[in-house]
Structures are given as C-alpha cells and as structure tokens.
C-alpha cells in the first residue's frame, strides 16, 4: 500500500477517521487530551505530569485537567510516585489500550479506503 499523504489526502484520511470515531460512538476527545494519551501510549515511561506538560508544551493545569477526563474514561490512571511522593506517576491502562487498538485499526481501514480510492 502506498498512502500519498498530500495535504488534501492527510486531511481526508482524518476527516475518515474522525467520522468513523463518531460513527462508532467513541468518547469526544479533545487534541490535547488525545495528544497526552497518545504520548502515554507511545513513549517509553514513566510518566509524570511536570514532565508531559513539558514535553507537548502545556501548563501543569492543563495536563490535570485532560488527566481528570482520561482518568474518568479509565484510559489513563495517576499514582504517586515512590521515589519522589511529590511527583504523579501517569500510566496507561487496559481499557485505553483497547481504545487507542479500535482506534488504530479504523485509522488503517480508512488509509486502506482511502488508497483504493
């Protein structure tokens, strides 16, 4: 398969995916909340607040902020950190592995549309 990533087709291939998310009923994420669990997801841990607000440029009220809704979705969960107790460890979780697994696949189904078309 070989994906032209455009403009035009990044921006259909988004459009495809998104609509697709809505069609499936997944929970309304906003770009910050999506772009921190996808960070969890996909850089090596640990995590901590301090060190997410840093790395996707946001203020610490901001990070809590988007970890109190993917806390209340099960899709991320905070701790303390053992080491340091003045830190709060982020880590992922089983239900948001399934979300961010049902997410990949309508992302690849609609590249594979997307393609054909």
């Known amino acids: 398969m070989s994906l032209d990533l455009k403009p035009a087709r990044a921006l259909a291939l988004w459009h495809s995916v998104m609509v697709a998310g809505l069609n499936r009923a997944l929970p309304d994420l906003t770009a910050r909340q999506f772009a921190l669990m996808l960070h969890v997801y996909q850089a090596p841990p640990p995590h901590t607040v301090r060190g997410l607000a840093a ?63």
């Open 55 to 117: 790395r996707l440029n946001m203020s610490k009220p901001a990070v809590t902020r988007a970890l109190d809704r993917l806390e209340g979705l099960e899709f991320l969960r905070r701790k303390p950190d053992e080491a340091d107790r003045r830190s709060i460890l982020v880590q992922r979780t089983v239900k948001g592995s399934v979300f961010l697994r049902e997410f990949a696949d309508m992302a690849a189904e609609a590249a594979r549309t997307l393609d054909e078309g």
